[in-house]
């Protein structure tokens, strides 16, 4: 009789696992973890379509031109001869100098908001910034064509030509626009993410990180830089990243004071192009397959390049972690 109990015991857990499964649809934990599941797999499964139909599409483009057409200068739709070096440079320059110009404005204006001014004042001002942050991209573009390119022309262009006119890149004929008007025009649009998060982050410190470096004797502004910008650096480095892809895509407010002329020069005050604006302006007259296919893959080449940066930084930031990024 026990043996036959026993036996009848050990029989029952292999039906265990199912009432589990059934107990935690019941309780919810089941669901939950399944439904989150598909989301998530949702979201590498548009990344892989994306990647998927720009690489076919592209697939002239590749077969025709092969490596040559990430080195080739010329872009000439009536012979049907593509190349994307001066797109690829145009990008990274106005990108380039876009941080150049937001990072130390954004990192002081965050600084100041999170650190030293006074919390009502922050409040109201990081409202505004969030603001900036969502108007449309046109509207920097008419700001940009009505203010930044005639300050270029007559007061910006003249003044830096005056006084680093040695250097390659403030050499040449001014028109105003350009590769440094664009990167103004973009650095106005991208500072405020620095701004916001970067913020954000330094709130996150804990206040006895503040109060230890005072109370050894540190300054308002030691406490600051030495030990609550330390320890929120990775959290700013990702709101640089965070800039750096913003900048990349951008689309209109550059077409509209680039210059939009495929050519690689030394010159900051010269014309150019990205790969955004010339998708963007002349995707709709391709009339070839091969024109198409062309500007398709330099769709392909801007995903490529946002995802081999945005790889770099989560490198760089976890280099940072591992090096006491937050606990510097």
Known sequence: MS??????????????????????????????????????????????????????????????????????????????N???????????????????????????????????????LSDGIAFLIDLLAAVPSVIYGLLGIFIVVPLMRTAIGPALKST????????????GVGFLTAGIVLSIMIVPFIISVSREVLLTVPREQREAALAMGATRWEATWQVVVPWARTGIMGSIFLALAR?????????????????????LFAPGYT????????????TGD???????????VLFLMTFILNGLARLLMIATERGGGRHA
């Open 164 to 175: 680093l006119g040695f250097l390659p890149i403030f050499k040449g004929p001014n028109y």
């Open 3 to 80: 043996t036959t109990a026993t036996t009848i015991e050990h029989a029952a857990p292999p039906h265990a696992g199912p009432r589990t499964f059934i107990r935690r649809l019941a309780d919810g934990d089941a669901v939950a973890h399944i439904v989150t599941l598909i989301f998530a797999a949702t979201i590498l499964l548009i990344t892989s379509l994306l990647v998927y139909e720009l690489w076919i599409n592209s697939h002239l483009s590749r077969a025709k031109f092969g490596f040559g057409f990430f080195v080739t200068r010329v872009w000439d739709p009536v012979f049907d």
């Open 247 to 267: 900048a990349l895509g951008e689309t209109m407010a550059v077409t509209m004071v680039i210059g939009n002329d495929p050519k690689i020069v030394t010159s």
């Open 290 to 300: 091969l024109y198409l296919s062309a500007l398709i893959e330099l769709g392909l």
């Open 82 to 120: 593509f190349g994307a070096a001066p797109f690829i440079y145009g990008t990274l320059v106005t990108a380039v100098v876009s941080l150049v110009i937001a990072i130390p404005l954004g990192l002081a204006a965050a600084i100041f908001l999170a650190e030293l001014a006074p919390r009502r």
């Open 275 to 286: 790969i955004a604006a010339v998708i963007a302006n002349e995707f709709t007259e391709a």
